[in-house]
């Protein structure tokens, strides 16, 4: 023979069943909140690095272009000590040949 159920006790089981399957819905919610959070703040962070990233690029075109400028400044300053140093030869060669002329 089958034992007898409680029908007070099968209620309170019941009860507890569904408060237990509340919290569960309730906790379910949560984590499914926080993974969207989650998942968003992630997409985010994707897209800030991207643009770090671009900036970065900009930047080191930035450094190029700088580096070209100076080499070229550089070789301009280097032909221009030259030149500098040529006419400065010549004025000297200049200064001493012509008293020699004026004197004959």
Known sequence: MAPKLNPTLALGRAEETARS???????????EEAATRLA??????????EQVRGNFEVLAGGVDSAATAVQQLARGQAL???STGDTQKGLQAAATTAPSESCV
């Open 21 to 31: 399957l509340d919290e569960t819905a309730r906790q379910a919610q949560a984590i």
């Open 40 to 49: 968003s703040a992630g997409a985010q962070q994707a897209a800030a690095i």
């Open 80 to 82: 221009v000590s030259q």
